[in-house]
């Protein structure tokens, strides 16, 4: 057995189509996780038109996503950082202060989207920050990193249910350090930007953390806990977490990069981080926040 779940922003949720589609597809009776939010149900297979019906429905507003009902709640939560637990990239606000903003953020909007070698556009762009001050991270941190919506309640709602949180990011430990806190992962990694005199060096200490750094700690993380890899949800947006969403139970491309989407069987571009939530069954009353 599959299930579809449907997701909006709230009060985006049309009854109409979510009845229209269980008619269409032979689906169970919905079970509404979020009055006009989230919705699901159940059926016998993976309809054949869902792609195109995803089309359609994207244009509404709406995500929607078909997996196996078996195994879809799962033990550890594996995030990546950077416009995915936060709303920005570290790198290009610590640019932007540095008066190399919009260069940075072009490489950085390519190398998330795999055009670009990972760790030379780390180094490429760590270089343009040589000097700053190294009281300017906490500065970025107060006032110009903002969370993704629903961030909290999807760690917090997963942990309070038995699981563990894992922020994995290709960014730099200053920051996951305290994003990591604010939300309740168990553990935080990430590269470490070298500093010198209280300066940034321009450079990364080795090893640089990148994509298959990510793998990695999949496999480190879940065989230290005594779990497996389809025990996981993972999620991310660059190319830079495509090793590690295509390993684990489910991955997820949240508002991920063209080039990520085209790989990815679940996408989630309308929804916040409890959409996560959503489609592991989870009703918006069972969210602890």
Known sequence: MFVITLIAKAGGLDPTLVESLRNAWGGQSAQ???ADEAAEFAVPAMPENLWGVWDDVQCMGVDLVCQPIEGRRKKMLLADMDSTMIQQE???EL???AGVGAHVADITARAMNGELDFEAAIDERVGLLKGL???II???LDTRITYMPGGKALVQTMKANGG???LVSGGF????AKVASELGFDENRANTLEIVDDQLSGHVVRPILGQQAKLDALGEITTRLGISKKDVLAVGDGMNDLLMLSNAGTGVALHGKP???EKCEVRINHGDLTALLYIQGYAKTEFVT
């Open 32 to 34: 509404w996780l979020a």
């Open 90 to 92: 570290c790198i290009d």
């Open 95 to 97: 640019a932007d202060e």
């Open 133 to 135: 001050d190294a009281a």
């Open 138 to 140: 906490d500065h970025v």
């Open 164 to 166: 563990y949180g894992a």
């Open 173 to 176: 430990t200053a920051f996951t």
């Open 259 to 261: 080039a990520l989407q």
